[in-house]
Nanobody, 119 residues
């Protein structure tokens, strides 16, 4: 059984910062790509940032220069450092990972953590 658990969400003022963390646990043989997605009120889920096992990153245009994704392969964790937050960044943020467990690769999602940017 593989679980992804996010933490670090909350309420922050515009211009502020937050750091999200995601821990992957369970019977894990390996983890390839990891990423963060978000779903704002009345919107579809969208990709925010992704990172390969080797550390290559990609970002949505809307967050480039403000968000930084990183990972710790030894701890099976992925992070999202968010700075210069805007009200339009308000969303539920989800962790995603491709995990090798039980003899097969599968894509897993966390339960989400709420980020609210408001004064």
């Amino acid at each position: 059984q593989v679980q992804l658990v996010e933490s670090g969400g909350g309420l922050v003022q515009p211009g502020g910062s937050l750091r999200l963390s995601c821990t992957v646990s369970g019977s894990i043989i390996g983890i390839n790509a990891m990423g963060w997605y978000r779903q704002g009120p009345g919107k579809q889920r969208e990709s925010v940032a992704g990172i390969s096992r080797g550390g290559s990153t990609n970002y949505a245009d809307s967050v480039k220069g403000r968000f930084t994704i990183s990972r710790d392969n030894a701890k099976n964790m992925v992070y999202l450092q968010m700075s210069s937050l805007k009200p339009e960044d308000t969303a539920v943020y989800y962790c995603n990972a491709d995990v090798h467990s039980g003899g097969s690769w599968r894509n897993y999602w966390g339960q989400g953590t709420q980020v609210t940017v408001s004064s």
